[in-house]
């Protein structure tokens, strides 16, 4: 029997938890047996105050490709400072054949929410909700604005399942005496024009750029940025180079992609790609009822380009681009600029005094195949590995002159990407009975990110490590009778740390894991159409845990489609 176990805080976070708790506990109990879509992903912790609520659209329905609009306004008589802003979203799609969907939220040509779709069954009407922490971007909400949504969907005599949506904003108030927390005071967005939307990135040559005439005192800025990978470049991780797709029926520009950053065409960050999984990703059974690795919610990468501070605050306009190196058709990106000034000046001065990153990366694919009796492609067999590299180890380093003195940003940052795929095929599919297609993918990416930031005597040191595993093994059979089988497992992960110190003290750590697993064997008839489905199993485990003394922990299991067992709390003192 599921017992709802109590999740571990200091005492100083009582308040800030309990929407935590209970929510995580009340709706935990309701999981058992359900086909629903769920994830482990916490709650974001509420404070203690009563929210004002702007609702920016209710039960709103998409079933078409046109953008819906509508007018935000700051809440009344709740003027900020903020202790938190909220975004929650409730969704549903109704019962039917749908395929997943892309959802965006904008205000004023800034993205407040990108993620994807569950796909619905004829028998399943999946519902879910989200939430998302946006105080960062508090500066956008205090002023009324027109905003838009973007859930393009197909419906029709065969596409039948139709999305609805509400959504709204908290805003919660500061209690007595409470400090506001620090946001930035400028967003400026990167999208596809004033009301929003994505631009589609087809190759490297391709941009996402915007020229600014920004504030003449910026202190520290930020780039929130989003890559998600569509059409051909859907399942990158996958692809080959160009020389071996026919070979291995594969998609090409090799498995490697990442995103660049620029001012002024000068390198300026790197922005990794995660490797999202959408519902419908390979097989859509692996995804019902759990959900791939921020499938549902996707979190931007943030780029550090303080170094940069005193070059922005020049009067000047410049220019700020992405792009994603390899992209083949495409990537939907857009960003966000978010600037923190010195409010004791009007003008800082400054300089960027060193920056290693280089304009482009440098992957290097390694080919092992081997064709025998003419290969896969003439009825014979093709086997071996590709493994695909790019290692990257830079530093940008600037300061800026403050209404509070010099302060110098350093970033060191190595990023090492590894994707190794093993290949065995026999014969061609859907021209030689028996013929097989096996593929199994080994992919890393650790990213190490140390800011060392000197001001006033004193030296703070933020230490960020990133891991992102992702491993899938596909197996595609020919059968004797025209039909085929697919098998599938893939495990996905986004673990990352933090440690934080001052003058060589530490002051903060926090760990984080997410994991999901899951596999799968699809029945598909000759005709190419999903007839079913058998052993289906999946699982979600979500930790986190800080110095504060704030744990969670939550572990999903599913089998069959449906939800098996819910544990909470593991690992946390209670």
Known sequence: MFKCQRICFSNELLALLVTLILLTCSSAAQQIGSPNTVTADPPIPHPNTTPCVVQLFKNDVFQNFNTQSFQFTPPAGCPGPWAKVILQGHFYVTKG??????????????????????????????????????????????????????LGNLVNSTYTGIIHGSVELQFYPLEPSQPAPVTADVILPLSAGPTGGTVSLSSTASLLEQGFTMPTNVERAFLDVYAQSQSSDEFWYTCVPNDATSALESCGSTAFREAEVTIDGTPAGVAPVYPWIFTGGIDPFLWAPIPGVQTLDFVPYRVNLTPFAALLSNSQSHEVAVNVYNADNYFSATAS???????????????????????????????????????????????????TTSPRNFTVVGYVDTSHGKVETQVDQSIHFANLQKFDIVGLLGVNPGAVDQQDISQTTTISSKTTVKSGGNTWVNWKQLEWPLTVAILFVNNSDGSFTQTTSIQQAFNRSDTRSRNGMPTFSSVLSNTVTT???????????????QGQASSQKYSYGDTSGLCYSKTLSAANNVITSVNNGQGCRH
């Open 97 to 150: 054949i749908q395929f997943d969907r892309t959802a965006n939220i904008w205000i004023g040509g800034t993205n407040i929410y990108f993620g994807t779709t569950p796909e619905p069954t004829p028998s399943v009407s999946p519902h879910w909700h989200f939430e998302r922490d946006l105080t960062d971007y508090s500066a956008l909400f205090v002023a009324a604005q027109s905003g838009t949504v973007s």
């Open 519 to 533: 596999q799968d064997t699809l029945f598909i008839s000759s005709s190419f159409a999903i007839t079913g489905n």
């Open 337 to 387: 600029l978010l600037l923190y000034l010195d409010h004791g000046s009007t003008q800082v001065t400054g300089a960027l005094t060193g920056n290693t990153l280089t304009a482009a990366p440098n992957p290097n694919a390694v080919e092992h195949l081997k064709n025998k009796n003419g290969g896969s492609l003439n009825g014979g067999t093709t086997t071996g590995t590709i493994r």
